[in-house]
Each structure stands twice: as structure tokens, then as C-alpha cells.
T-cell receptor, first 115, second 113 residues
Framework: AQSVAQPEDQVNVAEGNPLTVKCTYS??????LFWYVQYPNRGLQFLLK????DNLVKGSYGFEAEFNKSQTSFHLKKPSALVSDSALYFC?????????????WGLGTSLAVNP | EADIYQTPRYLVIGTGKKITLECSQT?????MYWYQQDPGMELHLIHY???????EKGDLSSESTVSRIRTEHFPLTLESARPSHTSQYLC????????????FGEGSRLTVL
């Protein structure tokens, strides 16, 4: 079955430290992978995506993610966290094989960056 | 900022009332979606549309209905609201449903008393 796992409900980091929000996936074919961020009382905003090519993808607000096919992971990273990065982060995947275009969502990870 | 708008942002109504949540986008996207977001965080697809006069139900069964008479407009209607409908409703659109990212509105938070 297709699925996305975000193993940590909450991640806490100190401002200025590097941050990682984890995502692993399970699809039958090759994936299209996405990260979104949701600030309090707002809709989701697109951060970055992996479609093909370079495994390291750079996105908005200094975030990046690395596609690791062997580990079926797409972890979100930032070298130096800001307090303003505190938000909910969602990983999502589409299986590019077959005709199912359904977007599978993770349950979200709450990131808290402490001053 | 994405050019997709939802109204109202917040709505508190009594049981049995009919409500319509509006969603409009100015990007010319054919693909539009409605998600219901639990108070926790989880997102559930309740409706989607691939173009004018095309609507489909999503993964989560919902008593709401949608229409797509114009490309830019994708309203969601509840004929008789109940407390179980209390939730955050998020509208989104995309250029394509393979590689395209979703553009979300700010959301409509519905509370049914």
C-alpha cells in the first residue's frame, strides 16, 4: 500500500542550529515528492519538490531536501533554523507508475524553533 | 502569495443551517481540490475537479457537495450543517496533477454549534 511516514510528531531545535524533518515513503513505482509548510491559521504553502534529476533539491526560505531512493526517504533540512520557521511541515508523494494520480500525505510534523 | 482565495475565513453557525464555502483562483488552473483538516493536523481529500463540469469525491466520505461551473470557482456546500462538520476546510488548485505543486487558499474554519 502507498504511504508516507513522518516519524516525529514534533521536532524542537534551537535557533541557529541545523534542522531536519524526516519523511519516508512507500510506493510501488518511482515517486514525485513534495514538502509543504503550514503556519498557524493559514493554508499550506509549497516549499520544494523532487521530480527527477539531482537528488538534492533546494526550495523556498533556505530549505532543501535530499531524495534517497535506497532508503525511500526525502528528509527536509535547513542549515540554520530561525524562530520564524516554527510551523507544521507536511511531506507528500505521488506514485508516477500507473494511472493513480492520488497525492498521499504524511500526518505532519510540528517544528518548534526556540530562541 | 498564491492567487487562490477562500471566504469566509471563519464561520460559526447553528445546526441545520445551509452553508457555502467559496473558493476562487485566478491562475487558470483546471485542477482544484477541497481538503478537510482535522484539529490535529491530518489532511483528507473530500472533493476534486479536473475541469468545468467535472467533480469527483475524494478519499474521505463527506456530506458536502461541490460544483464547477467556471474554471476559477469551486464552491463547497453543506445543505444542513451538523457539529460533526466542524473543521478546517482548505481549497487548492494545481496546473497539473502529476508534477505540479498545489496552491492553497488560507482556509475556512467552520464551527457548527
Amino acid at each position: 500500500a502507498q504511504s508516507v511516514a513522518q516519524p516525529e510528531d514534533q521536532v524542537n531545535v534551537a535557533e541557529g542550529n541545523p534542522l531536519t524533518v524526516k519523511c519516508t515513503y512507500s510506493v510501488s513505482g518511482n515517486p514525485y515528492l513534495f514538502w509543504y509548510v503550514q503556519y498557524p491559521n493559514r493554508g499550506l504553502q509549497f516549499l520544494l519538490k523532487y521530480i527527477t534529476g539531482d537528488n538534492l533539491v533546494k526550495g523556498s526560505y533556505g530549505f532543501e531536501a535530499e531524495f534517497n531512493k535506497s532508503q525511500t526517504s526525502f528528509h527536509l533540512k535547513k542549515p540554520s533554523a530561525l524562530v520564524s520557521d516554527s510551523a507544521l511541515y507536511f511531506c507528500a508523494v505521488r506514485d508516477r507508475s500507473g494511472n493513480n494520480r492520488k497525492l498521499i500525505w504524511g500526518l505532519g510534523t510540528s517544528l518548534a524553533v526556540n530562541p | 502569495e498564491a492567487d487562490i482565495y477562500q471566504t469566509p475565513r471563519y464561520l460559526v453557525i447553528g445546526t441545520g443551517k445551509k452553508i457555502t464555502l467559496e473558493c476562487s483562483q485566478t491562475m487558470g488552473h483546471d485542477k482544484m481540490y477541497w481538503y478537510q483538516q482535522d484539529p490535529g493536523m491530518e489532511l483528507h481529500l473530500i472533493h476534486y475537479s479536473y475541469g468545468v463540469n467535472s467533480t469527483e469525491k475524494g478519499d474521505l466520505s463527506s456530506e458536502s457537495t461541490v460544483s464547477r461551473i467556471r474554471t476559477e470557482h469551486f464552491p463547497l456546500t453543506l445543505e444542513s450543517a451538523r457539529p460533526s462538520h466542524t473543521s478546517q476546510y482548505l481549497c487548492a488548485s494545481s496546473e497539473n496533477d502529476w508534477t505540479g505543486e498545489l496552491f492553497f487558499g488560507e482556509g475556512s474554519r467552520l464551527t457548527v454549534l
